[in-house]
C-alpha cells in the first residue's frame, strides 16, 4: 500500500497530477491517498522530494 | 455566500482570479472559492513573466514585483553561457514576480469588482444534474454546502480534481511532469537583473535548473525534472541540494518550495456542459519554459468572456462554451504551446555534447529579440547542419 511520509511531504500536489486513478486529493496541507489506489507507484516517482513509498507486503 | 452564482471559479490563483474579476466587471454574479486558507500561499511557482504580458491583464506595480530582469543566461552542459540581451524594449524584458502579493492584489481586484471570495473553502464534488455541471458541493471547516452556478470554471491548477469528476481525463503523463524544488537563497552572488537557466543531463535531466532574481543577492533557486526521471537518490531536491553546495555553499535558505508543472500537450477539450477549463487545470502551461501565469490569466479572462456570453443567451451547454476552446487554440498563446511542444520534445533528447555545441553557436549570436523564435532561426542560420535536426522546427516557425 501506498504509505505517505508525512514528515517529507510538501503538499505541492505533484502527485496528485500524475495519478491516474484519481486516488490522491490535497485537502489543504493533507495528502489523501483514497480506495481508488492500486500502488502502481508512479506518485511515489514523481514526487520532488521522496515522501510517497509503496510497501510490499 | 449566495445560494447560485453565475460564474462560480473553483482556485483561487491567476485564472481563477482574473475570470472573476472580468465576471464581476460585467455585472455578473460571480465567486472565487480556494481551499488553502490564505490566497497566494503556499507558492509553488519560479515567479518569472514577460514584461508585455503581464500589463497586458493587470497594471505593474512595485508591491508585487520582486525584481525586474534585464536579460537570461543559457549555461551549457560544460558550462558554456550564453547570454541573451534585449535592445529593443528598453532593457526590460521581464519581472521575477511577489506571487503571494501578485496573487492577493489579483483577487483584490476580483473583489472589489464585486466577485465574493471563500478561502478554506474546498470544492468536494461537482453538482451534476442531466449530465450537465450544475455548480459544486463545498466544504468549509466541516460543513458541506451545495452552490449553484450557470458556469463553473475549473481553475484549480496542477491537481486538476475538479474536470476529473466531471469525467475529463486530466492526468498527466510521468514523463511530462516537472518534479520541482525551489528554494529562496539570500546572501547570494548573483546578477540580480539576469534570470540564469542551466542545463544538462546531469544537471537537470529533460528539464532545467534556474536562478531567478528576487533581489540584489536573492533569488529564487529552483529545478524541474521528468517525473520518468526522477527516483530514490535522484529526484528534484537531491539535484537542486547538489547545485547549492558547488555553487552557493553560503547562501542561506528562507523558503523551501515543492511542485509539479506540466510540460504535455493541452487538454483534448477544454469545455464541458455547464464547465469551463483555465489554466494549469487545463495544462496550457508552456511546455518549454514552464511558465503558467500569463496563460492563466489569458485563459481565465476568455474563459469568462465566452460564458458572459452564453449566459445572456440562455445555453451555458458545452457547444455554447466551445467559442472558448477554439478562440486559445488559435490564439497567439495556444500557436506559441503547440510549437513549443515539439521545441521542448526535440531539447529533451539532447545529449549533453550536443547541447554544448548548440549553445556554443548560439552564444556568438547578438539577438535583437528576447525569444526563443529568434534564436532558433539563427541557430539555423549559423549550423547548417542544425538544419536537418531542426527540420521540424523550421516548419513551425517559418
Known sequence: ?57 | MKKHYNLLMIGGGPAGAIAARTAAKAGLSACIVEKRPAIGAPVRCAEGIGMESLAEFVKPDPCFISAEMQRAALVAPDGTTMILDSQSSGGKVGYVLDRKVFDRELVWQAAEAGSDVAVKTRASAPIIKDGKVRGATLEFCGTKTDVTADVVIAADGVESKFSKWCGIDTTVPLREIMSSAQYIVTDIDIDPHCTVFCLGNEVAPQGYLWVFPKGDRTANVGIGISGLKSGTGHRAKDYLDRYMASKFPNGKTIEWIVGGVSVCRPLACTVGDGLIIAGDAARVVDPLTGGGIYNAMYTGDLAAKVAIDAIEKGDTSKNALMPYDMQWRQSKMGKTIERNYHIKEYMINLTDAKMNAIIQTASSINLKEFSTLQLVKELIKRDPKLIFELAILKDLIT
Open chain 1, 1 to 57: 500500500m501506498l504509505k505517505v511520509h508525512r514528515d517529507i511531504c510538501g503538499y505541492c500536489g505533484c502527485c496528485v497530477s500524475v495519478c491516474k486513478e484519481g486516488a490522491l486529493e490535497l485537502i489543504d496541507a493533507y495528502l489523501e491517498v483514497g480506495p481508488g489506489c492500486t500502488d502502481c507507484g508512479v506518485c511515489a516517482k514523481a514526487c520532488p522530494v521522496g515522501a510517497l513509498e509503496v510497501e510490499r507486503e
